[in-house]
């Protein structure tokens, strides 16, 4: 995983017809990134709807979803259209993004990362199959909490530097 700084920096199709990623919100908007290795996981599909729950939540503490999904764009498209998403699911064919961000971890893992809108990292919650998906989403909400603690002219005290993958 990239240090706390870092802020994975891509961009993808997605299925709002539009090349988005992190900067898309860079500092307007606080993000949540999940990182799905495949449409095909029954697990991915809970976090999703756990995630789609917790929607106005995340817009009252003036953050965007964005979830990133590994292999076939169709796979994609199904997932995203069954799951009645209202935030974007952005199509990493080559499993590209995926990995880099990832790195050597376990490409078959969830991630759950929090970025402020400064572009920092905050929180990366990493999840398998027998992990509680309702978990997982109660720590990123946490941590988006925290973020909104935070005085908007000190919060940050260096802002990064998005980094190319």
């Not at 720590?139 to 190319?164: K, R, W, Y």
Request: glycine share 4%; net charge negative.
């Amino acid at each position: 995983m990239n240090n706390k700084n870092e802020l994975p920096f891509f961009e993808l199709p997605s299925t709002s017809e539009k090349t988005m990623g992190p900067l898309t919100f860079w500092q307007r908007r606080n993000l949540l990134l999940l990182m799905l290795p495949n449409a095909d996981s029954d697990y991915g599909r809970k976090l999703v709807e756990k995630l789609n729950e917790t929607y106005h939540q995340c817009q009252k503490l003036e953050a965007d979803i964005l979830v990133v999904v590994g292999g076939e764009k169709e796979k994609t498209e199904a997932m995203y259209r069954a799951l009645r998403s209202p935030f974007p699911f952005l199509f990493d064919v080559d499993r590209s993004v995926y990995s880099k961000i990832i790195r050597n971890e376990d490409t078959h893992q969830f991630w759950l990362l929090v970025i402020d809108r400064f572009g920092t990292v905050w929180s990366t919650n990493r999840a398998s199959q027998r992990d509680d998906p309702g978990k997982l989403i109660k720590n990123a909400m946490e941590s988006l909490n925290f973020i909104n603690l935070q005085c908007p002219e000190c919060g940050v005290h260096d802002m990064p530097v998005p980094t190319e993958l």
